[in-house]
């Protein structure tokens, strides 16, 4: 019955798919923070860029950024992100299109979870003489990370399944070998099913575990 | 300057400021050279790459505007098809029978689940295997097909959450006049709960949109993406000013959106003769991240509620939220 499936690296495409999402995952976390911190920061012109900056990368298509990445930088402006050879090249460029994309969202879920610290405690950081790095950095960011645990685990889950966008650029991963295998076998609703089950795997438990986690660190108030 | 994250700033502070606002300019101009610089280079800022697009309608007419159709097609169709797809998932999720909730819960957790574009090459397989559908006609079969199942379980989700925003006494209230359930539901509660979901229903419109842009990737789906494609390929290599543009118009088109959302959500909050209970924005994103079952969707949604009131809430609560939100 899973005869078809020799001579196709399924595994492997689903491991591409993993280390898109996890590197992924860090930059946009920390560019997304910076971005945050720029929003809510005293500095008029940091704010703005950082409004600017959500405003115009959440309302562009993931598809065009990543597209980009590849004929724009690095086809036409010859960038290529210190890697040699296509498939590394145009991996390199899907994870900074997805940073791009994700830290947007990221930056507006932080930004939530800033919103929700009491204002006492920004106060009374302020009161005992703390400037606003500080404020940020010992205070408020600890306290807003615990709250923000689930929707940012919407983001994470989002991500894990918009890598596949980078199939559009040719690197191999889930759904470029779905499309290549549904167009050369013929058991299409098997393969389907296999593909739909792999993402299922991907998201079910990372939305259960940091469910879990985003419970057990919220801070009861 | 009344922010809660800082003092008011004294004579040091706003020269800090100052050099701070210096510093990062002097940054964000570094890289705007570095990338005139490169542009330059390569080219890409000639003017005979832009002409296309200023004089003459030619780019426009040929390439961009069917595009845009095309995209706007898509997802007028999709919006439409799931709409009333998803209010019936949603609603039979509320069911009070196990055997209609539980099967609708599935449905809507896998299909949640799964990237659109996996569900459209699912599309495009079945079409052309499966039905006389012609290949011309098969993108936008794909692409719609893709974005309706998608879309389908994201609204079944905001029409819950719509659904259970209202506050309870409007149900009470019609099992208090002895309104049977099918009744309660489609005289008193679905047409409040539409008007809560107005705004979040126009925030998904922009994630259709967005999405669309994957059939004319992956999928040769003649869209405004694909426009700029053609129109790199057959104004000599203009690459980054077909990118341009079209990145532009889909900035314009989903900023205008959004910002529809944002007006007519502040209006429902503000509302004098509404419950106040609204689906926002923020509820459209918490709901299209979340892949499973039904608790975490909910508290998914009950995350931004607590917090900040902004998925549900009465005018008074949405009211003290705005001001925390105004003051961090």
Known sequence: ?221 | MSSVLYDAQGPRAKRRNILLTVVFFALLLALLWWVYQGLNDKGQLEWAKWKPFFSGSEAWTTYILPGLKNTLIAAALSMVIALPLGAVFGIARLSDHVWVRVPAAIVVEFFRAIPVLILMIFGVALYSQYTSVSSDDRPLYAVVTGLVLYNASVLAEIVRAGILALPKGQTEAAQAIGLRKTQTMTSVLLPQAVTAMLPAIVSQLVVIVKDTALGGAVLTFPDLLSSANTMSSYYGANTIASFTVVAVIFIVLNFSLTSFAGWLEGRLRRGKKSTGAVVGAEAVEDIAGTAHTGAAGTTGAAGTADGTAKTSGTPGASGTSGTDKAAL
């Not at chain 1, 409004?51 to 402006?77: C, D, E, K, M």
């Not at chain 1, 098997?190 to 438990?205: K, Q, R, Y």
């Open chain 1, 1 to 221: 019955m899973f005869d078809f499936l020799e001579g196709y690296d399924l595994l492997g495409a689903f491991w591409v798919t993993i280390k898109l999402t996890l590197l992924s995952a860090v930059g946009s976390l920390i560019w997304g923070t910076v971005l945050a911190a720029l929003r809510v920061g005293p500095v008029p012109l940091m704010r703005g860029f950082g409004t600017a900056y959500v405003n115009i990368v959440r309302n562009i298509p993931l598809t065009v950024i990543i597209l980009f990445t590849s004929l724009g930088l690095n086809q036409t402006l010859g960038i290529s992100l210190g890697a040699h050879g296509f498939s590394h090249i145009n991996f390199r460029l899907a994870v900074l299109g997805l940073i791009v994309y994700t830290s947007a969202f990221v930056c507006e879920a932080v930004r939530s979870g800033i919103n929700t610290v009491p204002v006492g405690q920004a106060e009374a950081a302020r009161a005992i003489g703390l400037n606003f790095t500080q404020v940020l950095r010992l205070v408020v960011l600890p306290q807003a990370f615990r709250s923000v645990v689930g929707p940012l685990t919407n983001v994470l889950i989002a991500l894990t399944k918009n890598t596949t966008v980078a199939a559009a650029i040719g690197v191999a991963e889930a759904a470029a070998l779905m499309k290549d295998m549904v167009e050369n076998e013929a058991q299409l609703l098997l393969i389907s099913a296999i593909f739909a089950f792999g993402f299922v795997v991907l998201t079910l438990p990372t939305g259960l575990i940091l469910g879990w986690v985003g419970k057990k660190v919220a801070v009861k108030r």
